[in-house]
């Protein structure tokens, strides 16, 4: 007779900067080791798997983040008794925000899904160390209405061949980008943040290794003018091969929310 399985998508939340990404790695602590640890000491006996909807790199942030449970045998007995325990024995650096039931049909990584990240910059002076985990600092001066004008240039369906980490040859590069801006930021704030601070907002369906990282360090050269718009333009051509070479630091990207369709 076949197992009874029980399928949960559980949404979270975490502060990066100490960790080193999603995925599990032997002798680091990661957001996917971490989960683990807690979910083996809260549900004992009952064996489980779990599987995450993104994997974000070292010292990346989620403020909302997601991943489903697998529990074999028998359900959750109280859900939100569950949520409360969990919270209870997680890290402080890592919060549990909701759960549902799903069912067989559901695959957190096949699902339909919008995803929106947030990078979080200032430039021309230091900024507070407290800042750190959240934000990331150049030290030069910025053309920031030039950046601006560029990050809308990667809006709509390209080839994102240029701005892929180690891509195989069965990476799939023509992403949708839904929507892509620089803005004032007004949304995280700090008394210790600077007077003034950015945010590069970013959704689509999906987006390659170091994607966002690649596409921020791209507008970041450009606002350095080492780049011109002309050369973004053609980091887009799918017949043209100029890699990045600029990876902005993981510390300011956030993952700001995962919509399952």
């Known amino acids: 007779m076949k197992q009874q399985r029980y399928y949960y998508l559980i949404k979270i939340q975490y ?16 957001v996917e080791g971490l989960v683990k640890k807690t979910l083996r000491f809260v549900l004992g006996e009952l ?19 997601a991943f489903e449970l697998f529990i074999d045998k028998e359900p959750l007995e109280n859900m939100a008794d569950f949520l409360v325990l969990f919270n209870q024995n997680l890290p402080p650096d890592i919060r549990a925000l909701s759960i549902k039931e799903v069912d067989a049909g559901f695959n957190i990584i096949q699902h339909p899904k919008k995803k929106e990240y947030l ?6 002076r230091k900024s507070h160390p407290f800042a ?11 053309d920031i209405d030039l950046m601006m004008q ?13 701005f892929c980490t180690k891509p195989t040859p069965h990476t799939v ?19 210790f943040f600077p007077e003034r601070s950015y945010l590069l907002r970013v959704t689509g369906t999906g987006f390659l290794r170091n994607q966002i990282r690649l596409m921020m360090g ?25 890699p990045v070479n600029y990876i902005a630091p993981g510390s300011g990207l956030i993952l700001n929310k995962v ?3």
């Open 47 to 65: 064996s489980f798997k779990i599987l995450g909807s993104s994997r974000t790199d070292a010292m990346v942030s989620a403020h909302e983040s």
């Open 132 to 142: 750190a985990p959240l934000m990331a600092t150049f030290p030069e001066d910025l």
């Open 218 to 242: 791209t507008l970041v050269q450009l606002g350095r003018g080492e780049l011109s718009l002309a050369d973004l333009e053609k980091s887009l051509d799918p017949n043209i091969k100029m």
């Open 15 to 30: 502060l990066g900067y100490r960790l080193h990404g999603w995925q599990r790695q032997p002798g680091l602590k990661t």
């Open 173 to 191: 590069v023509e992403r949708e980008i839904e929507f892509c801006e620089i803005i004032l930021n007004t949304k995280i704030t700090a008394s």
């Open 259 to 261: 919509d399952f369709t």
């Open 150 to 162: 560029g990050a809308r240039m990667f809006e709509g369906h390209h080839s994102f061949h240029n």
């Open 119 to 124: 990078y979080l910059f200032s430039f021309g």
